[in-house]
């Protein structure tokens, strides 16, 4: 039996699904292999076998960040005071100013919030890393020097993102194209009409480097009301067009939280139409109205957007704090609603992200968590204590209460 960081089970018995039912997990190459129905006073392990013992505790696929900036945070370094900007544009030349004083490097601080984030249960994560004239590439080479080291306990996307602009800052086209060639996974955009004036041509260069590439697209969208509600009408023809559905995400897309009743139904039929998922964090802006969305097809999923850094002085890394969030602000109160949040930070994100051996059934990989709770709505409610952590199989973090059953 163990409980270890590093070592891995043959079984977790006595865990407690999703859907009520308590079972036994198989683990076998980093994969399920069998769930079995758990029977009580029943001794069905194996001899010699390496267990984790449950007690009960609900297990969950490993929760998905789908929406970070890893270069960004302050965590692993002194404590930073918020400095309050006006402008979108003023407040990047703020946080730029304030990075090159910050006296720790970007491997480091990521690191730091790597290792908070696998300690509660994500496995998966989104990180947009900026790519500008000043920044270069320096940014995007540290956070695959992260990736590669952390590969064992947590798996990580990267978006090349252009947060000094596209078509306003000289040669950032070059420069994402250089980043996608370099390992990075998506490319982004930023406010194409608020940000850059100039939609039709900062759109033209991010999906025809997307193309280019076969990469995917992430896009920070800020621009509120029917500005931006153009603009997603925008995203979603070029990607009907170019075949890129179920690769293409707008992220915030604060202006879905401000249309009436007509023109949000017009802009979801065009997103559900076209394959193109919202990501929301929750605060900082209207944020979009996910359970209309999810009526109209949209797929909507989550993420911690900005933790510790020069944008917003909050953030934890807790993606079920992170539901918690998004329920509050959306008005997701019955158990359905709360199963609903809990899907942003798992089954929906996983999908958005591509990961096609995610989930609870056998074969999937045996990326996992074990919470102390009795159910989805109650994890979502109280985001409480992670158990264990499991990525491929392998214990990466087990919680100080790991040696007691849960109470409920």
Not at 360 to 382: H, K, Q, T, Y
């Amino acid at each position: 039996m163990t409980r270890v960081n590093g070592s891995i089970p043959d079984q977790l018995v006595d865990v407690l699904l999703p859907d009520g039912r308590r079972a036994d997990l198989t683990l076998r190459d980093g994969r399920i292999a069998a769930i079995d129905d758990h029977q009580p006073g029943v001794e069905s392990i194996s001899h010699g076998a390496n267990v984790i013992r449950c007690s009960g505790a609900l297990v969950l696929p490993a929760l998905v960040d789908g929406h970070c900036h890893l270069d960004k945070t302050f965590l692993g370094a002194p404590w930073q005071p918020h400095s309050v900007a006006g402008s979108l544009r003023e407040r990047i030349a703020d946080e730029k100013a304030l990075r090159t004083r910050v006296g720790v490097p970007v491997a480091e601080r990521a690191t730091a919030l790597v290792n908070r984030m696998v300690s509660l249960g994500t496995g998966h994560a989104r990180s947009h890393v900026d790519i500008d004239p000043e920044a270069g590439l320096t940014g995007l080479h540290a956070l695959l020097e992260v990736r590669a080291a952390v590969r064992d306990r947590i798996d990580i996307q990267l978006v090349a993102f252009p947060q000094s602009g596209v078509v306003t800052a000289p040669g950032v086209a070059d420069l994402l194209d250089a980043a996608l060639a370099d390992g990075a996974d998506l490319i982004g955009g930023l406010d194409p009409a608020g940000f850059d004036g100039d939609v039709d041509g900062q759109l033209d260069v991010v999906f025809g480097l997307a193309d280019r590439h076969g990469a995917g697209i992430d896009i920070h969208l800020h621009d509120g009301g029917t500005l931006g509600a153009g603009q997603l009408r925008a995203i979603a023809d070029r990607t009907r067009a170019l075949g890129l559905a179920g690769k293409v995400t707008v992220s915030h897309a604060y202006a879905l939280g401000q249309l009436d009743g007509a023109e949000l139904d017009r802009t979801a039929t065009a997103l559900a139409a076209a394959g193109v998922a919202i990501m929301t964090n929750g605060p900082a802006g209207t944020m979009p109205p996910v359970l209309r969305l999810r009526d109209h097809g949209v797929r909507v999923f989550a993420g911690s957007d900005n933790i510790r850094d020069a944008w917003w002085p909050y953030g934890t890394a807790d993606m079920l704090e992170r539901a918690t969030i998004i329920g509050l602000q959306g008005g997701l109160m019955t158990d359905d609603d709360l199963g609903y949040a809990a899907s942003l930070i798992t089954d929906s994100a996983a999908s958005v992200l591509g990961l096609t051996d995610y989930g609870l059934r056998p074969g999937c990989r045996a990326d996992l968590v074990l919470v102390a709770a009795s159910g989805i709505p109650e994890a979502v409610a109280a985001h409480p204590q992670r158990l264990w952590v499991l990525h491929r199989g392998r214990v990466v973090a087990a919680g100080a209460a790991a040696d007691r059953p849960p109470a409920y």
